[in-house]
């Protein structure tokens, strides 16, 4: 199975073990991630204002350039402004409209592009029966929280990711390779990283109302497919400090392709 793939500037940077371990799992399991060539930072943050186009241009271009008909994405923020941008291509004229007169394409973008979660391509492709056939080392006895914070599910009805109330896709993952999933009130909620720089207190606030959450509830480490997370939930925790790792390390370590 071939698909395009959309890594995102942070997976070439601070979050290289995200995209170095999902390519990893890839070849495992008969998936090719053709990377996109020449593709542009997604612009990390979905523009508020609907009549701004600059900000969205980066992400109509990456579609443009997919071949296989389905994105994928690992990075919570890429995946959010790919697939809204596309949803908007697809329902918003005026939009259309101006994007194509900045790119001026030889060939107009037809909105088929699907944007998809390499989560989503595990659960709705590959399913997760067939993964847990191919764990090699499960993680038995391993107690493990997902967070998912906001920008994977939210807004719902255009993500389309899962229930954003009551997520349980990582869950699901967690399972098929062995470990017991921890469910905990905060694991679908903001992190508070967009704030972290202009109101620190905030931020360390709502890190430590999650973990406080997961610890409760009885989670011994967390897992998440956000850069922005990671990083909040390791450099702002202040009473707690919870081991947390990308998805695709744990995913690594079961299929017995994880370095150390």
Request: charged share 25%.
């Amino acid at each position: 199975m071939i698909y395009s793939y959309y890594p995102g500037c942070t997976l070439k940077d601070r979050a290289k073990q995200m995209d170095i371990y999902a390519r990893k799992c890839a070849d495992v399991l008969g998936i090719a991630l053709k990377e996109l060539p020449e593709w542009q930072c997604c612009g990390a943050v979905y523009p508020a204002a609907s009549d701004e186009i600059a900000p969205r241009l980066s992400a109509v271009r990456a579609l443009m350039n997919t071949e296989e008909g389905k994105l994928v994405t690992m990075c919570s923020a890429c995946h959010h402004v790919l697939k809204r941008t596309n949803f908007d291509w697809n329902r918003d004229e005026n939009f259309r409209q101006k994007a194509n007169n900045y790119m001026k394409p030889e060939t107009p973008y037809d909105g088929s592009v699907e944007v998809i979660h390499f989560l989503e391509l595990l659960r709705d492709e590959i399913g997760f029966d067939a993964l847990k056939e191919k764990v090699v080392n499960p993680l038995t006895g391993r107690k493990i929280g997902a967070f998912y914070g906001c920008l994977l599910l939210r807004p719902g009805k255009v993500l389309a990711f899962d229930d954003p109330e009551n997520p349980s896709i990582i869950e699901d993952f967690i399972r098929a390779l062995g470990a017991e999933p921890v469910r905990y009130p905060y694991r679908n909620e903001c992190c508070g990283a967009y704030v972290a720089l202009e109101n620190k207190a905030c931020a360390e606030m709502q890190v430590e109302r999650a973990l406080n959450s997961a610890v409760a509830a009885g989670c011994e480490e967390l897992i998440t497919a956000c850069p922005l997370c990671m990083y909040n939930l390791v450099e702002n925790a202040t009473a707690h400090k919870l081991p947390v790792s990308y998805f695709t390390e744990l995913l690594a370590e079961a299929l017995g392709v994880k370095e150390g």
